[in-house]
Nanobody
Framework: QIQVVESGGGLVQAGGSLRLSCAASGRTFSGYNMAWFRQVLGREREFVAAISWSAGSTIYADSVKGRLTISRDSAENTVALQMNNLKPEDTAVYYC?????????????????WGQGTQVTVSS
């Protein structure tokens, strides 16, 4: 059984930084892809970034390019999302997702395993 747990959310002022962490367990993740999504109450879940566990290749939403960076630590089975120059519109619950997708996928429907989410609030 794959388990996914996020941590690191919080309150930060605009222009500040936060680092989210996602710990995955339950199997080896070679061949899997991991992604971050975010959701504001009343809106659809939005893709943020994804990374290939094996190759380390990445893709990003246009809205976060240059500010957010996804990375993985294979030894620790963790994926991080470094968030710099945060904006109030980045406020959301951030979710980590894991699955054996065909390539790096932006659709939340492609991922079966999800964490419980962590709140990020950016004040203006």
């Amino acid at each position: 059984q794959i388990q996914v747990v996020e941590s690191g959310g919080g309150l930060v002022q605009a222009g500040g930084s936060l680092r989210l962490s996602c710990a995955a367990s339950g199997r080896t993740f070679s061949g899997y892809n991991m992604a971050w999504f975010r959701q504001v109450l009343g809106r659809e879940r939005e893709f943020v970034a994804a990374i290939s566990w094996s190759a380390g290749s990445t893709i990003y939403a246009d809205s976060v390019k240059g500010r957010l960076t996804i990375s993985r630590d294979s030894a620790e089975n963790t994926v991080a999302l470094q968030m710099n120059n945060l904006k109030p519109e980045d406020t959301a619950v951030y979710y980590c997702a894991v699955d054996r997708t065909l390539g790096l996928v932006r659709s939340p429907r492609a991922y079966k395993y999800w964490g419980q989410g962590t709140q990020v609030t950016v004040s203006s």
